[in-house]
């Protein structure tokens, strides 16, 4: 099954060049440490999900591009077009001139009601051209004004065209120290629209990915693009070819409805989060060494103690006690800062993967009781390794991971909200303060069903 | 998307005739090939001159002759003439200019009422000439002084007839605000009757005074001749020459100041023009800058006035660009932002730096910095990757901040006192339109401005308490 992406504005489309980049150069790479039936297999399954095959010499990404301004989009083609391993179809991409201001009201209310024929379009062929359509994974930003309002507007189209496919939201959340000045109020407006249309948000937020470029990657000068690639590249770690069942002959070919069917147990719980280990310059690579109980056991507790990468890990934070009606996170007397999950699940790339004892993964404690332990947890493996590191792990979190940002973007955009500083230019476009409360009222459901999991 | 410039009156157009030469030297430093782009075209036009005179316009391929997207309007020849016969010539024809003989003396209401009835068709029939050329216009960009009559009266004129014809294309205003010695009696009038149509029809607005622009180039002066700077400046990264551009031969008296205009506005929109990782768009500026309509005054200032003509640029450095865009006097205005309170804060830097540098600088400076409750994370940041001509890198910083009470606020008291004592009013009120409800109704304008930004400064300081959130019923 094939997944179609829609990329959407600057950031949305930067993204979505790294991510086809890291695919194919982890395809393309002779790192894979694995027979050749094997690559050969992994190699098919990749082609399969991400690329069709057409009158061109090299594969072409299954891709919409779409932006409300067109300097982005003429950069993007024309250096995926000089990798010369992949490239986009030339015609599958939607521009406009004047952008949209960073004002959500702009990209939901005038660009999506009016593009929204031609961007279909583009998506239906798209859509056409897979053998069979496994979903849409859609990439955008919350901050600005294309990738958060005319993405959250497409995702609704998405779902009234497609009413049983599965769409997965990419969702970028901004620096806490602006990038944009109403980028809470964008955050805001789009979380609760996608809610509603979408069946899962999968979260890369820029201050932890900007602090694995810093302490993890040794990056001085750190740049979007640097970002990108490591957003890219933990993307691509869950998103590369998987066997999904314990002794599975054929890599799994539903990987959106697998992901949707292990982690989205129920519509309220859409928040995934993402952790991928090990992360370090390539150059350290030849001379690391890793092994599968030492990652298991930094991935798990990261998980528990809502750790965002692999250094700095708080290893006092436990499990609460089995049989403990209160969840410790509501202890008075010590905070754990426990993370409690709904589901999980983890990826493991490499070799040896095969008697991977992931015991402490499936410890019930982890999870809120509604869930079957055994459901609640999923283990996606294969042997061939991914992009240069000899071993590699993932883990795709629905639990509490997402609770803290959400609460902060609530809160400061709230507080704007009380003054009503820029209101005006959204009401400019149609968007009213009644919207803005339908959409703090949403979230604070979200914030609040997360916290007393 | 395209921005069009409208140079009124003497100062504008004097500033606008520096701004359209820089702008040919900056595309032709970046554009090698001699190749019509989009980048290009934000400014000007590609003729196809071949067949003599005034051909089509050419979308693409290689540059025939360029043409500036502009409207010159002068109620006196003088500016506007020497603009013609200078080497600016063939940038310009002349179905975009309106010009008169005998000026506005100096009278707010002769360049707005008179002149504004008499030429409006005029005005509009080449504006609507000039926006169908443009494939999206995004923004009008005005220039032009207060003080004067033909800037600030039909200057203003204009900004209202940009909001009748095309009420979604965004109003930015560059507006030279008189200094108190100014030699017109009457600026105070005409500054504060221009000042109501700048409050309820610009979306932007850039205040420059004279005496920041003087002080700055002075400062140049004064590096270069004492030989602080050690190692040659590269003569055309000073903010305020025109050294390598393609056109002009000789400089003129004002040209250094209006350098620095030009220079600011060529920033400004360089991002909507030039790729980067992270792009700011002129409406985007206006988003993110005006949290209340009529809060629309922004304190720029731009950074590094010139370069050293050594190529290593280590970190420290950089880090001084941003201490710099935030020190009293590379302000426009005579204004000191980090003393008063903060709405907003955009900075667009351009050239090699990454989005790391910026925040690194963004923490360092914060802390001495106040912002309006509200807002206390308010920064719009943009990274273009094509830096200044002469630069590595530069950073162009707006501030929407109540420094600009204290020009206000003197503006208004040098309105008061010729108003009390009615002095030159007659001038005035003679002009048909004109009644002395235009006066009153203006500076209770500029005091209600006034009185939002107390308001505000009010709060500065204060205790905060975040307003309680929504409650759920579980």
């Known amino acids: 099954m094939s997944i179609v992406t829609v990329q959407l504005g600057q950031c949305g489309n930067q993204i979505g060049h790294e991510v086809f980049n890291a695919i194919c150069s982890d395809v393309h790479g002779t790192h894979g440490l694995c027979s050749k039936k094997e690559n050969e297999s992994y190699h098919d399954a990749c082609k399969e999900r991400f690329f ?85 994974f859609t990439i955008m930003s919350m901050a600005g004004g294309t990738g958060s309002g005319l993405g959250a507007f497409v995702t609704k189209c998405l779902r009234d065209a497609f009413p049983t496919s599965f769409i997965l939201n990419h969702v970028i959340w901004p620096y806490g120290t602006g990038e944009v000045i109403v980028q809470n109020y964008n955050s805001v407006l789009t ?7 979408s069946d899962a948000l999968l979260v890369h937020e820029n201050d932890v990915i900007h602090k694995i470029c810093a302490q993890l990657m040794k990056i001085k000068q750190i740049s979007f693009r ?33 992901l949707m069917e292990t982690l989205v147990p129920h519509p309220e719980f859409k928040m995934l989060g993402l952790r991928n280990i090990p992360q370090m310059p390539e150059n350290s690579l030849p001379y690391s060494t890793f092994s599968w109980p030492g990652l298991i056991k930094h991935l798990r507790q990261m998980l528990i103690a809502n750790a965002k990468m692999e250094e700095g890990i708080d290893w006092q934070v436990r499990p609460p006690q ?14 754990l800062h426990f993370n409690t999950s709904i589901a999980n699940l983890v990826i493991l790339r490499g070799k040896d993967m095969h008697n991977v004892d992931l015991g402490s993964f499936r410890d019930p404690s982890l999870y809120t009781s509604w869930l079957n332990p055994q459901d609640a947890f999923n283990a996606w493996k294969t042997p061939r390794a991914f992009n240069k590191y000899e071993k590699s792990a993932s883990l795709v979190s629905n639990s509490q991971f997402l609770l803290k940002p959400l609460d902060n973007v609530v809160g400061k955009a709230w507080n704007m909200f009380a003054s009503k500083a820029y209101i005006h230019q959204y009401t400019k476009f149609g968007i009213e303060e009644e919207d803005f409360l339908d959409s703090f009222t949403a979230l604070e459901q979200v914030i609040s069903s997360y916290t007393i999991l | 998307p395209v921005s069009l410039p409208f140079a009124v009156g003497q100062c504008g157009n ?47 391929g290689k540059i025939c002759s360029l043409k500036a997207r502009a409207l010159l309007i002068d ?135 004279n005496e920041s622009l003087f002080d700055i180039v002075n400062k140049i002066h004064q590096m270069i001749d004492s030989g602080k700077l050690g190692s040659t400046v590269k003569q055309n990264s000073l903010v305020t020459s025109s050294a390598g551009s393609t056109k002009t031969v000789q400089e003129k008296p004002f040209d250094a100041m209006n350098n620095i205009v030009a220079n600011l506005l060529l920033n400004l929109t360089s991002s909507a023009r030039f790729e980067g990782s992270l792009n700011m768009d002129l409406n985007e500026i206006s988003m993110n800058l005006v949290p209340f309509p009529r809060l629309h005054y922004l304190v720029s200032s731009l950074t590094p006035l010139y370069t050293l003509a050594d190529v290593n640029v280590p970190s420290r450095r950089l880090d001084q660009m941003f201490s710099d865009a935030f020190s009293r006097d590379h302000q426009l205005i005579q204004a000191d932002p980090k003393h008063s309170l903060y709405l907003a804060c955009a900075l667009l830097v351009r050239g090699n730096v990454q989005v790391s540098d910026l925040r690194r600088n963004i923490e360092r400076l914060k802390p001495s910095l106040h912002f309006v409750s509200w807002n206390q994370e308010g920064w719009k940041t943009g990274l273009c990757s ?89």
Request: proline share 4%.
């Open chain 1, 226 to 258: 640097d970002v990108n690639q490591v957003i890219a590249h933990q993307l691509g770690s869950v998103f590369q070819p998987t066997y999904t069942a314990e002794g599975g002959l054929h890599y799994s070919r539903n990987p959106l409805g697998d």
């Open chain 2, 75 to 209: 109620m006196e020849e003088g500016v506007v003439n020497e603009i013609l016969q200078g080497p600016l010539r063939d940038v310009f024809d002349s179905k975009q200019l309106i010009t008169d003989v005998s000026g506005s003396g100096n009278n707010w209401a002769v360049g707005h009422k008179l002149y504004g009835y008499q030429y409006r068709e005029n005005i509009v029939e080449k504006l609507r000439k000039t926006a169908e050329h443009c494939d999206c216009l995004q923004c009008f960009f005005i220039i032009h002084s207060m003080g004067g009559g033909t800037g600030s009266g039909l200057g203003t004129f204009v900004l209202n007839l940009l909001e009748d014809e095309f009420p979604e294309v965004y109003r930015f205003v560059t507006s030279v605000y008189p200094s108190g010695e100014d030699d017109v009696i009457t600026s105070p009038y005409n500054s504060v009757l221009a000042m109501k149509e700048l409050n309820e029809h610009a979306d932007c607005v850039l205040p420059i005074e």
């Open chain 1, 191 to 197: 979380l609760s629209h996608l809610y509603q249309s």
């Open chain 1, 52 to 136: 069709s095959e057409e009158e061109s010499e090299v594969p072409v990404a299954r891709a919409v591009l779409v932006d409300m301004e067109p300097k982005v989009i003429s950069q993007t083609l024309s250096i995926a077009a000089r990798s010369g391993y992949w490239k986009y179809n030339d015609r599958s991409h939607f521009c406009q001139k004047q952008g949209s201001g960073n004002n959500w009201a702009n990209g939901y209310s005038v660009h999506g009601p009016r593009h929204k024929e031609v961007i279909m379009n583009l998506v239906q062929k798209e859509a056409e051209k897979c053998d069979r359509l496994g979903g849409f």
């Open chain 2, 14 to 60: 004097q500033v606008g005739c520096r701004f359209w030469d820089l702008a040919l030297r900056e595309h032709a430093a970046v554009n090698k090939k001699g190749i019509y782009d989009e980048s290009l075209s934000s400014f000007f036009r590609n003729i196809d001159t071949r067949s003599g005179g005034d051909g089509p316009d050419i979308y693409k």
């Open chain 2, 386 to 474: 094509v830096p200044p001509v002469g630069h590595s890198h530069s950073l162009l910083a707006l501030a929407n901040n109540t420094c600009v009470k204290p020009t206000f606020i003197e503006l208004k008291d040098r309105f008061m006192k010729l108003y009390k004592k009615k002095a030159h009013l007659h001038h005035y009120l003679h002009i048909d339109g004109m009644e002395q409800s235009c006066f009153s109704e203006a500076i209770s304008s500029l005091s209600d401005l006034i009185e939002e930004y107390n308001e505000l400064d009010a709060t500065k300081g204060g205790p905060r308490t975040d307003p309680s959130r929504l409650k759920i019923a579980v």
């Open chain 1, 322 to 335: 089995l049989g403990s009606s209160i969840p410790s996170s509501h202890s008075t007397n010590k905070p």
